[in-house]
């Protein structure tokens, strides 16, 4: 067991303030990791406090949600509203709406703000804080004041090339760029922060070589999937021709637009549907399923539980993962782990989730069309081979991932940071040296 900082006990349990600026589970996998790591840390006896913005985060009734408020500029019912002067009612409103003005997406760097003026009236109350991935200016602020450690899934610098490849016009591909200005403020960050978490060895290079982080500072520390919630359901028929993916935003990223030109394809042969965990939002993929004529075979589920989800799995008879890139992959495993077939590409750190190819996975080449189709069909024309793989791939999943393997190697860490001389300082001088609980 790692040494915990001088005067703290080792193994004491630790009082930690968990940052998420957007942490519901259906805005994406921030959101699951949130939701679950948190869980299993107290799971593990630590007490844990979540600082908030909109959409807000779904926790343990154990954990405390500190809600701080955005101007949810970029909300589902009107996205890109401008606030009345009348809402701006604190320095990270202010700092919302400038960077709005600029076209940048502002909400990381406005809730650090947040972040960081609450957590200066507790100072004495936290041993370390953990960012999920904010990375903004107010964060290193925070690490001045109480010990600090960043989850960083992947580089969004990733999101921003595959965006701008993807826009038409150059004024498009400007409108991307300020959008995803604030990419240059976390990469700053990053790179001054004693210690990065990062959930795969592929995002681990990316990060290095986008963001110019030391690979000294970030340790490997994988997600998790709850093989007890997300298990098979024999009991359940698949429905033949029946397709399932996980949409958590309509960018260039996630690749569904691939996908949609496969469904079409296969339309040409056979009746398939599709199941898009997601909403349905406006945008170049919404537009793509009515200029294919494929609204009437496609069913989007948003807001439902995870229960219903695994039984939405147990329905399908593939799981397709069609991302041009992916820093680990959350709906690949807990797919997976449900005991379907899944189809996935070989976009970023997916090879390394998912496996070989034929053995748990049928893979195929992101942004292959054809690759994709191919791969699809594959699993749809053999029974065996999808029960075969379907199988392997839970195994690999509970062999590999749970959310107390990912607490307890996160824990390590924070005991790691803990130990640094500078951070031994910020203890003392908070009254959290020589506590006993």
């Given at each position: 067991m790692l040494r915990n900082a001088p005067g703290l006990p080792d193994d004491a349990p630790l009082h930690l303030a968990y940052l998420t600026y957007r942490g519901k589970p259906h805005v994406g996998g921030q959101g699951v990791y949130t939701r679950h790591l948190t869980k299993a840390l107290a799971d593990l006896g630590h007490t844990v406090e979540v600082y908030g913005g909109q959409p807000y985060p779904v926790?343990?009734?154990r954990i405390a949600l500190h809600e701080l408020p955005s101007l949810d500029i970029w909300n589902d019912q009107y996205p890109g509203r401008f606030p009345a002067y009348w809402e701006i009612k604190h320095r990270g409103d202010l700092v919302e709406v400038l960077t709005h003005l600029k076209g940048t997406?502002?909400?990381?760097?406005a809730f650090s703000v947040r972040a960081r003026d609450a957590l200066k009236q507790r100072l004495g109350d936290f041993d370390l804080v953990h960012d999920n991935q904010?990375?903004?200016?107010?964060v290193l602020s925070i690490e001045t004041m109480?010990?600090?450690i960043v989850t960083l899934h992947h580089p969004i610098t990733r999101d921003r090339a595959l965006e701008m490849e993807h826009s038409t016009t150059r004024g498009k591909r400007r409108s991307v760029g300020r959008w995803y200005s604030f990419v240059k403020m976390q990469g700053r960050v990053a790179r001054r922060m004693p210690r990065i978490v990062v959930v795969s060895e592929n995002s681990i290079t990316d990060i290095h070589d986008d963001?110019?982080?030391s690979r000294e500072r970030m340790r490997l520390v994988p997600v998790g999937v709850d093989p007890e919630l997300f298990q098979p359901h024999p009991e359940v028929a698949r429905q033949p021709d029946r397709l399932i993916t996980t949409a958590s935003a309509d960018v260039a990223l996630k690749g569904l637009a691939y996908l949609l030109e496969a469904m079409a394809k296969l339309r040409t042969e056979r009746d398939v549907r599709l199941t898009i965990i997601g909403k349905p939002r406006a945008g170049a993929s919404n537009d793509l399923i009515d200029k294919l004529g494929?609204?009437?075979?496609?069913?989007?589920?948003?807001g439902v539980t995870d229960e219903r989800i695994v039984e939405l799995y147990a329905e399908a008879q593939l799981a397709?993962?069609?991302?041009l890139y992916e820093g680990f992959s959350l709906p690949a495993i807990e797919a997976m782990s449900t005991g379907i077939c899944l189809v996935a590409t070989d976009g970023g750190a997916l090879p390394e989730v998912t496996g070989r190819d034929g053995e748990t996975v049928l893979q195929c080449t992101a942004g292959d069309v054809e690759s994709l189709t191919a791969a699809i069909r594959r699993g749809l024309d053999d029974d065996d081979l999808r029960d075969r793989i379907g199988a392997a791939g839970r195994q690999r999943v509970v062999e590999?991932?749970?959310w107390k393997h990912c607490a307890l190697l996160t824990v390590d860490q924070y005991r790691e940071v803990l130990a640094m001389p500078g951070n031994v300082e910020k203890l003392r001088r908070n009254g959290r040296l020589g506590r006993t609980s």
């Open positions: 926790l343990d009734e997406f502002g909400e990381p760097l904010c990375l903004g200016y107010g109480i010990p600090t963001m110019g982080v494929l609204r009437p075979h496609i069913d989007f589920v948003s397709v993962v069609p991302s590999r991932w749970s």
